[in-house]
C-alpha cells in the first residue's frame, strides 16, 4: 500500500489547491494549467463519489478513503511521469486528511496520514471561502466552511508549507496565484 501512496519524484514544479469545497479550486486549477500550458491532475474523489452517489445514493465512508487516495497518487503519479514543467493538482492527500478528520472525529487511515505529510509540493494555494457556496450531490456543509479553511491553514502552517491563502473575486485570485507561480518558475 505504501508505494500506491508515495508520491514519484518528478524534474517539474508542483502546485496543489486545496481548501473547503465550494471554493473554486477546480475552476482555478484548470484555468492555471491552460494558462501555462501546463498538465492538470482533477480530484479523484470527486469523481469515486459521484459515481458511488449515482450508482447508490451512498455517501462516502471511512471504508472509501484508502481508495479515493489511492486513486488520487494514481492520477498525480502518471501526468508527473510525463510532464517536466509544470503540474497543477486539483486536491491531494492534504485535503483527503483534513475531511476524514471532520467527519470521522479526528480519525484518519494511517497511511494517509503518512504520506499526506511526506508528499510535498512547490506550492499550496489556499482558497478562502469568499465564492458563493453552489450546492450538489456531495457539498454538505456550507455552514462550515471557514471551520474547514482554518483546518487547512493550521495544517499548512503547522507543517511549515510553502502556501498562500487566494480571497477574492476570480481574475484577482488568479492574477496573485500568477504571481507567485511565475516567480516560483523564475527561481
Known sequence: MEEKLRQIPGNCIKVVLIGPESTGKTTL?????????????????????QEKWDRTKEVCTYEDLLPIAVGQMNLENEITKKDNKIVFCDTNLLEIKVYSEAYYNGLVPEMIHKFSLENSYDLYLLTY???PWIPDDLRDKPHQREEMFLRFKE??????????????KPESRFNKAKEIIDQLIST
Open 129 to 131: 471561502i469568499d465564492t
Open 155 to 168: 495544517l499548512l502552517e503547522k507543517n511549515n508549507c510553502n502556501y498562500i491563502i487566494l480571497k477574492g
Open 29 to 49: 486549477s484548470k484555468q492555471l494549467a491552460k494558462h501555462y500550458n501546463a498538465s492538470w491532475v482533477p480530484e479523484y474523489m470527486r469523481a469515486y463519489l
